[in-house]
């Protein structure tokens, strides 16, 4: 079955303590892309990253990393979470769909981690 | 700055009634359009793709694209109150990183 995991699907944890919250697809999509989702504020790009080795950055990367070392992985990483990072984030991969006079990327979204920075 | 617009609602329609939201974007370049549905702590879900002008149907769902007005929108027949979600519509222009740029969503309630 083609999709999108994340681990974990919940976490709570205090300011300051190193998480990663890892991101893997079965599909052999060469991008992918973390988002955080906050009431209000709709979906929000962290990071994304176009292949392996290549990574840049979204709209919110502040307090955030990522790495691609492999095509089907993309950890994020918060070295020093804050409160302020509460939040419910979604990786998603997109797959490119060829189409006559051009191509298009449809993009699927992993089951979500909510995080808690207490 | 590329922006696309959704009306937050909540839309409120009955059940049976034909639901209409609607989107609208700023990038004239932009090719792809997507709408997602997303239920409550729950991740957006791919429900339709448009990429060229006019109607495109899958069951109940029938997407519109107008590219000269900037327009997309999404139709929802003989709604149901298992429709009752968020509809985020999505754009991405033909090229480069293909990011796509979402809108805030639109709430829907089909009330019994």
């Known amino acids: 079955e083609a999709q999108v995991t994340q681990n974990p699907r919940y976490l709570i944890t205090v300011t300051g303590k190193k998480l990663t919250v890892t991101c893997s697809q079965n599909?052999?999509?060469?991008?992918m892309s973390w988002y955080r989702q906050d009431p209000g504020l709709g979906l929000r790009q962290i990071y994304y990253?176009?292949?392996?080795?290549?990574?840049d950055k979204g709209d919110v990367p502040e307090g955030y990393k990522v790495s691609r070392k492999e095509k089907r992985n993309f950890p994020l990483i918060l070295e020093s979470p804050s409160p302020n990072q509460t939040s419910l984030y979604f990786c998603?991969?997109?797959?490119?769909?060829?189409?006559?006079?051009?191509?298009?990327?449809?993009?699927?979204f992993g089951p979500g981690t909510r995080l808690t920075v207490t | 700055q590329k922006e696309v617009e959704q009306n937050s609602g909540p839309l409120s329609v009955p059940e049976g009634a034909i639901a209409s939201l609607n989107c609208t974007y700023s990038?004239?370049?932009?090719?792809?359009f997507f709408w997602y549905r997303q239920y409550s702590g729950k991740s957006p879900e791919l429900i339709m793709s448009i990429y060229s002008n006019g109607d495109k149907e899958d069951g109940r769902f029938t997407a519109q694209l107008n590219k000269a007005s900037q327009y997309v929108s999404l139709l929802i027949r003989d709604s149901q109150p298992s429709d009752s979600a968020t509809y985020l519509c999505?754009?991405?222009?033909?090229?480069?990183?293909?990011?796509?740029?979402f809108g805030r969503g639109t709430s829907l309630i089909v009330h019994p």
């Open positions: 999505a754009v991405t222009a033909t090229g480069g990183s293909y990011i796509p740029t």
């Open positions: 998603a991969s997109r797959g490119f769909t060829g189409l006559a006079g051009g191509g298009t990327h449809e993009q699927y």
């Open positions: 990253s176009m292949n392996v080795e290549v990574t």
């Open positions: 990038d004239r370049v932009s090719q792809s």
């Open positions: 599909m052999n999509h060469e991008y």
